[in-house]
């Protein structure tokens, strides 16, 4: 590893193979417990440090960020929902996104292209894998993957509902996964929409 954090190893073929089809069989557990829209945002924070069993922000492995995005970004496109990858503190969490998302949820692109130690190796594979990516600075999600502790709960929507997937882990990173639901309002006399839960 550099002494810049940025790892210059070179991980094998089946180790990348079997983090992209965790990714995939992560993202699509998500996708059937959450009950997602087509046409909705998930947020995604990814720490390619922690899945490689390294303190976050400590080992960017561009290949391996790479793998982990190409694996929930496939099976997003499938289900039509959009993807926005959270880019580390350095660029103070802003989000990659296709442009199309932006202009549909009304975001202002800011500029700034990600890198793996400024901004991530996770946000870095966006930018490079995306038909027209753009930054963004703020949104609300329906939804997120938070894959090492990367903390995305500045991008969901009110009101946040942890989700419990059976696959917790990435390679050696901690997955917590959230959906959101509407405000319960009126107190005890009022009625609620039971599928809006």
């Known amino acids: 590893m550099s002494a810049t954090g940025i790892s210059d190893e070179i991980l094998n073929k089946s180790d990348?193979?079997?983090?992209?089809?965790?990714?995939?069989?992560?993202?699509?557990?998500?996708?059937e417990?959450?009950?997602l829209k087509r046409g909705d945002l998930l947020v995604v924070g990814c720490s390619s440090s922690e899945i490689a069993a390294h303190s976050i922000g400590s080992f960017s492995n561009a290949e391996l960020g790479r793998a982990v995005f190409e694996g929930i970004y496939e099976v997003l496109k499938r289900e039509g929902i959009y993807l926005a990858a959270q880019c580390c503190e350095h660029l103070n969490r802003a989000l990659i996104l296709e442009e199309e998302a932006a202009e549909r949820f009304c975001l202002e692109p800011v500029n700034v292209v990600p890198q793996p130690k400024a901004g991530g190796s996770f946000a870095s594979?966006?930018?490079?894998?995306?038909?027209?990516p753009v930054a963004v600075e703020h949104i609300r999600a329906a939804g997120g993957i938070d894959i090492g502790d990367t903390l995305i709960g500045m991008h969901l929507k009110d009101v946040a509902v942890p989700l419990r997937l059976k696959r917790n882990?990435?390679?050696?990173a901690h997955v917590v996964c959230a959906r959101t639901?509407?405000?319960?309002?009126?107190?005890?006399?009022?009625?609620?929409?039971?599928?809006?839960k």
């Open 33 to 35: 417990a959450a009950c």
């Open 16 to 31: 990348l193979d079997l983090y992209r089809s965790e990714a995939e069989m992560m993202t699509d557990e998500y996708l």
């Open 125 to 132: 594979a966006a930018y490079e894998g995306m038909e027209h």
């Open 181 to 196: 639901r509407p405000r319960y309002i009126g107190g005890e006399r009022a009625h609620y929409d039971e599928q809006l």
């Open 169 to 172: 882990m990435l390679g050696a």
